[in-house]
């Protein structure tokens, strides 16, 4: 760790991959929480899979990766939303088939690319070292416009992600705003394709919401809490990788799962404790619940 | 006087299953309507229709000179299953606060695409509406904390936020005891003097005190004044023979 924090001093590559780790972390905070709310990680895995389809068109075009994966996850985002809304019967296969085809198409794309190419192993997982400087405005462009969009509709997204029923009778846009909202997690799995590459994109999105959903109970704080933790435990997997030359993406994932299983074994063990403290205190008293 | 909801000939049948079949009914405004019949009756289905959720195959509905779509944000809506997850993690304030979503008949307005806040006016109809269902003390907790009874009276401040001209429920004693059903049909019969009540429920001898005309549905609809709903109407309503248990709450 000691040598992670001399060299972050020193060298200008780490710095970078601090500054994208926090800069993944707004996007895996805010959307993640939607996304364990609504319960809806299938949805955003079939999001985060198909976009190799884009990377590897934009490969093959002589273009940037992550210029390609953005209107994919996009692309994705509306394709699956739209099926869901109009034929939910077929929401799962539809997500299987794009999450399978999309995969498929940016491996044909990459394996035909003229030139050298990246590794593909640096897509599916991502090297949070070798992102260049410039892909950081990408990244703050794209984190400012999630930012903005969630806090002006944040009562419509609130009213879709908690009843669509009701919001529809308020005469709220039930279809354009959860097109938006998966728009939106589309926009955040291309922040965090960055970090931890697009196979493991899933668990950065998920696991710190999921996490701060065991302590805190409204959106705002489980989405503060979430950012933070994934910039914890983002840079913690980064500094911890650094030593023993271990690929960065992996180690961060094994850090926000080992920290979602603890954090679930702890919450389980208190919630009994205070199950049994109130039925005890509640047997004294006479009490009953309404 | 136009009828506040004004249902002409409507059939509305899931794909090839007829559920609701040559619908006559107009409710006057101010009326106490209870509708009641057997499970897979319709009884839902007639509210889903009523509040612009589902779509008629034929006939015309009308809600107070509108269609139903744009009526709906006139009506309060209690649901017969909250269609939420219990452990969300949302507070009784905030959830009422999405009552008033869409504005209200007496100001706001629908222009739901554009940015909204809670203003300080949203915050004192929440209040009052938590006040009015006798919910003012759990403003502040996470709704997965509450009774089944108190999630009840929850759901019937959100309908009440928005200030309707027509309150619905669908089965809103269906979890919850007697003494609680009791005091729930009491709130109803005194928010009666402001709005149109329609209720949905299988008590038809508990919800004769309080409605003024019962609606039973089974496919079809026929309408009875309360006082002639009797063991007769109940049987050819269910089909087939009905115990009748005399029980009092």
């Known amino acids: ?290 | 006087m136009t009828p506040v909801i004004d249902i002409r000939g409507m059939n509305f049948s899931y794909g090839s299953v007829p559920t609701l079949s040559g619908i006559e009914l107009q409710v006057a405004d101010g009326e106490f309507l209870g509708i009641v019949g057997p499970n897979a009756g319709g009884k839902s289905t007639l509210l889903k229709l009523i509040l612009g959720l589902l779509q008629p195959q034929s006939g015309n509905i009308g809600v107070l000179g509108r269609t139903p779509r744009t009526a709906s944000r006139l009506i309060g809506y209690v649901p017969q299953y909250p269609s939420f997850p219990r452990d969300f993690p949302i507070s009784v304030e905030q959830v009422v606060q999405l009552g008033r979503l869409g504005g209200t008949q007496n100001g706001g307005s629908r222009q739901t695409f554009l940015p909204t806040w809670v203003s300080d006016a949203d915050r004192t109809a929440v209040q009052n509406a938590l006040a009015e269902v006798e919910a003012g003390d759990i403003a502040k907790r996470q709704i997965g904390s509450l009774s089944g009874g108190q999630l009840q009276r929850v759901l019937l401040a959100r309908a009440l936020v928005g200030d309707p001209q027509i309150l619905i429920l669908d089965e809103p004693t269906a979890n919850i005891d007697q003494r609680l059903e009791g005091e729930i049909f009491d709130l109803l019969k005194t928010f009666n003097a402001r709005m149109t009540i329609l209720v949905v429920s299988h008590d038809v001898a508990f919800i004769s005190r309080y409605v003024s005309r019962v609606a039973c549905v089974n496919r079809t609809l026929v309408c009875h004044q309360t006082d002639a709903v009797d063991g007769n109407v109940i049987q050819e309503l269910y089909g087939e023979h009905v115990r009748m248990i005399a029980h009092s709450h």
């Open chain 1, 1 to 290: 760790m000691d040598g992670f924090f001399t060299a972050l001093s020193q060298h200008a590559f780490l710095q970078t991959a601090v500054i994208t780790a926090l800069l993944a972390s707004v996007g895996c905070g805010v959307m993640g929480t939607y996304v364990v709310v609504k319960r809806i990680a299938f949805i955003a895995g079939g999001i985060a899979h198909s976009v190799l389809g884009g990377m590897g068109a934009a490969v093959y075009f002589g273009f940037e990766p992550l210029h390609g994966a953005l209107p994919a996850a996009v692309a994705a985002a509306l394709l699956i939303g739209w099926v869901r809304l109009r034929w939910q019967a077929q929401e799962d296969t539809l997500i299987s088939a794009l999450w399978a085809i999309g995969m498929a198409v940016g491996v044909l794309f990459i394996a035909k690319a003229p030139g050298y190419q990246a590794d593909l192993m640096s897509y599916l997982f991502g090297n949070i070292l070798l992102v260049p400087r410039e892909s950081l405005w990408f990244m703050v462009a794209l984190d400012l416009l999630l930012l903005t969009i969630v806090a002006a509709y944040h009562r419509q997204f609130l009213a879709v992600v908690f009843d669509e029923e009701f919001a529809r009778l308020r005469g709220v846009p039930v279809g354009f705003f959860y097109l938006l909202l998966l728009a939106l997690i589309a926009v955040t799995v291309v922040l965090l394709i960055q970090v931890v590459g697009l196979i493991l994109v899933l668990a950065l999105l998920t696991l710190p919401a999921a996490v701060a959903g065991h302590y805190v109970h409204s959106l705002g704080r489980m989405m503060l809490i979430a950012t933070l933790l994934g910039a914890t435990l983002s840079i913690a997997g980064l500094a911890l990788s650094y030593g023993p030359d271990l690929p960065a993406g992996p180690t961060i994932i094994l850090l926000a799962g080992g920290a979602y299983i603890l954090s679930a074994v702890l919450t389980q063990i208190l919630d009994r404790r205070r199950a049994k403290l109130a039925a005890a205190q509640g047997t004294w008293r006479g009490e009953t619940r309404e």
